[in-house]
């Protein structure tokens, strides 16, 4: 099954412009930095006011940076799919890389349940000065390691992938 | 180049080039990351607000953030100092390098222009901040797109001087 699926990234025209064009992938690399700091700017500064701190900024108001946030994870996306479709081999196979996802989809489940559970309209509600929500606390810190987490999969990877066929 | 040449072949560059311990060299290169995020991530965050987003949080308590920004700078220019003890000769002769400690350098004095113009004697809550701060926020986030890029460059460049080509 993987190894179809590897086969088709490696003939898609992604891949070829990846190969071809080595400062595409520099380019890329840098991109997804970037967009590593535009997501989580705004992810650990709120994590960080609903755990106590900053209390004279409204949390309401670093809300509304959720389209930076948001834009932030698109270019990530889209760069990462850019390196997987190019060298498959190196991603696939990777119990790393599959950590990392794992971790980026809990990450994304905790910001589900911080809305589905009315967690965000009781924290949104706390005005400069207000104390946070103990149950808010617990899911900023869960936000702040599980995103901790996701840096170290990534930054690790090729660290961390001695044993693995294809990664270099 | 003597001095550089002595710095990459100390036990603490030795230790961090040749451990195959994850804690050595993949460690500080993972504290540089964290600390990026923390540093250009905050960064960013005062910089739109001055450009007039989040405008319901007051510009003054912007400064609460200055923390993360400080806690990102140490852990940056400690583990970045490390990488650079570890290969000192090839980083002092890389361009991309003093590119990115230029931008750097401008980057941090925007910080320091900006912190002067709203900080130190904040505009009133509601009231924009002042068309010099905003040129500073664009030019803040300008420049640390060019030193995260240059920053990354360097491996490339550094291949490329010892290889040639690309």
């Known amino acids: ?168 | 180049m003597e001095f550089f040449y002595w710095l990459e072949a100390t036990s603490l560059a030795t230790w961090i080039n040749a451990s195959p311990s994850v804690f050595a060299f993949p460690a500080i290169l993972l504290t540089h990351t964290v600390g990026l995020t923390l540093l250009v991530g905050t960064t960013v965050v005062i910089d739109l607000r001055l450009l007039g987003f989040a405008a319901g949080a007051p510009i003054a308590s912007m400064r609460e953030f200055f923390g993360l920004f400080w806690a990102g700078l140490v852990l940056n220019v400690s583990s970045g100092l490390l990488l650079v003890i570890a290969r000192a000769g090839s980083v002092v002769v890389n361009p991309a390098f003093w590119v990115k400690l230029a931008a750097i350098a401008l980057a941090l004095g925007t910080f320091f222009g900006i912190r002067r113009i709203v900080f130190r004697d904040p505009p009133p809550a509601g009231a924009p901040a002042p068309a010099s701060a905003r040129g500073l926020a664009i030019a803040s986030m300008a420049l640390w797109l060019v030193a995260i890029t240059a920053g990354r460059m360097m491996a490339y460049v550094e291949e490329a001087l010892m290889y040639g080509g690309f």
């Open chain 1, 1 to 168: 099954m993987i190894s179809s699926v590897e086969a088709w990234l490696q003939g898609t025209s992604v891949a070829a412009f990846m190969i071809q064009n080595p400062w595409a992938w520099a380019i890329c690399e840098s991109l997804h930095f970037v967009g590593l700091c535009c997501l989580l700017g705004p992810v650990v500064l709120m994590d960080v006011r609903m755990l106590g701190a900053a209390r004279s900024v409204p949390l309401s108001a670093l809300h509304g940076l959720v389209p930076f946030a948001v834009a932030g994870f698109v270019l990530n996306l889209v760069t990462g799919a850019m390196f997987i479709a190019a060298t498959p081999e190196q991603y696939l196979h990777n119990p790393v890389f599959y950590l990392k996802m794992l971790f980026i989809g809990l990450a994304g489940a905790n910001v589900l349940v911080f809305h589905g559970a009315g967690i965000f309209s009781q924290v949104v509600a706390l005005g400069p000065g207000d104390a946070p929500v103990a149950r808010a606390k617990v899911l900023a810190a869960v936000s702040l390691l599980l995103w901790l987490g996701v840096i170290a999969w990534g930054r690790l990877m090729p660290f961390l992938s001695a044993g693995v066929e294809g990664a270099s």
